[in-house]
């Protein structure tokens, strides 16, 4: 709430939300305000079930991945030393949330 209210103050401000780990509700208003939010390997994770239930709410041309080196490894290596290499795993499970081929979403992903 606090960043909503803040953001609100700003209409032409440009903004990213690093690391999202939010609700739909959130992309929504994120959306309004004009921002952009961007998934790391967090929404690859088991227990990231509400964030990934919201993900594909998210509009292609609003959505970024990265991978937040060397934090936030994707499921198969969490718990270690996230590489840059690993963001195809974190857009690859954002592609299958999307239900659609990462060479399809890709294009439409801002970078």
């Known amino acids: ?3 909503y209210r803040i953001l609100s103050d700003y209409p032409k401000l ?3 939300v690093h690391c999202f780990t939010g609700t739909a509700d959130d992309i929504k208003w994120i959306v ?3 921002g952009y939010i961007s998934l790391s390997g967090i929404v690859t994770f088991s227990n990231a079930k509400e964030l990934q239930a919201a993900v594909p709410t998210i509009p292609a041309d609003r ?3 990265e991978t937040d080196s060397p934090f936030l490894s994707p ?4 718990g270690k030393r ?3 290499s690993f963001v195809v795993m974190t857009a690859q499970k954002v592609a ?3 239900q659609t081929p990462l060479t ?3 294009p439409l992903v801002r970078s």
């Open 104 to 106: 399809k979403l890709a």
């Open 63 to 65: 959505l970024l991945w």
């Open 1 to 3: 709430s606090d960043a």
């Open 32 to 34: 309004k305000l004009g």
């Open 14 to 16: 440009k903004f990213i």
């Open 75 to 78: 499921g198969p290596f969490r």
């Open 82 to 84: 996230c590489e840059p």
């Open 96 to 98: 299958d949330l999307y």
